[in-house]
């Protein structure tokens, strides 16, 4: 409740202070969050540096840590949140959380972002103390009416397994997939009968493929402990 109250209270602060890009070169110092101090110590994938960045009015953390530019983070969760991520279609829309655990910017506002311009997507995971990073170029989200559909294009140092999600719809569990995939496994995602990857399965499961799952690192078996989602301009 402190940290969370300390987060809040920034943010308010954060509005005084002009409105920046988190674009290559003028990534604001702006304000940090005190409760990613902590955090940094205990799982080796958050960066020495993460501050507070606006992006098109849209507040989240920029992270400075990556020689590619800087990434504006639209998505994190780690395995000790008890943030549940079997929401509804609307609270995905908007998106929830807080940036000082689990959050997610919400579908229209990175479809709002992405709709602008080209953008590198990075995914970061954990998994039994094994970090892993993954780029894909190209990506965005598609509108409401298209069902914030997932696109993609593949890098050097993509895992394909992602990639068999591409062009698929974003579902939930009251605007569910033809296959019910998203009911089945309780959580949000952009499911292909069903899924190689669900970054946003239930991290608290012991049940085979109900957690947060990478096929190729985890199997179905296991989940990963760490994800996150950022995304860096290319014009």
Not at 19 to 27: A, D, F
Request: charged share 20%; net charge negative; with cysteine.
């Amino acid at each position: 409740m402190e940290r969370h109250g300390v987060y809040l209270l920034l943010l308010s602060l954060a509005a005084v202070f002009p409105s920046y890009r988190c674009t290559l070169g003028n990534c604001p110092r702006k304000i940090s969050l005190p409760c990613l101090n902590s955090l940094m110590h205990t799982n080796t994938l958050f960066p020495q540096e993460e501050l507070i960045a606006n992006m098109d009015g849209y507040d989240s953390i920029c992270d400075s840590s990556d020689p590619k530019g800087l990434f504006f983070v639209i998505q994190r969760r780690y395995a000790a949140s008890s943030v549940d991520w079997n929401l509804d279609w609307e609270t995905y829309k908007t998106g929830f959380g807080s940036q000082c655990g689990d959050f997610y910017l919400g579908n229209e506002n990175i479809y709002q972002l992405t709709v602008k311009a080209s953008y590198l997507l990075r995914i970061k995971i954990d998994f039994q103390d094994k970090n892993f990073t993954y780029y894909y170029s190209g990506f965005r989200l598609g509108s409401e009416e298209e069902s914030y559909r997932l696109s993609l294009g593949i890098t050097d140092s993509a895992n394909k397994d992602l990639l068999e999600h591409n062009g698929m719809n974003f579902s939930t569990y009251d605007r569910s997939d033809p296959n019910g995939c998203a009911c089945f496994y309780t959580s949000g995602w952009w499911y292909n009968a069903c899924f190689k990857v669900n970054l946003f399965g239930d991290m608290q499961s012991t049940e085979n493929s109900f957690g947060a799952i990478w096929e190729s690192i985890t199997g179905y078996g296991k989940s990963l402990k760490f994800t996150e989602m950022a995304i860096l301009s290319q014009g």
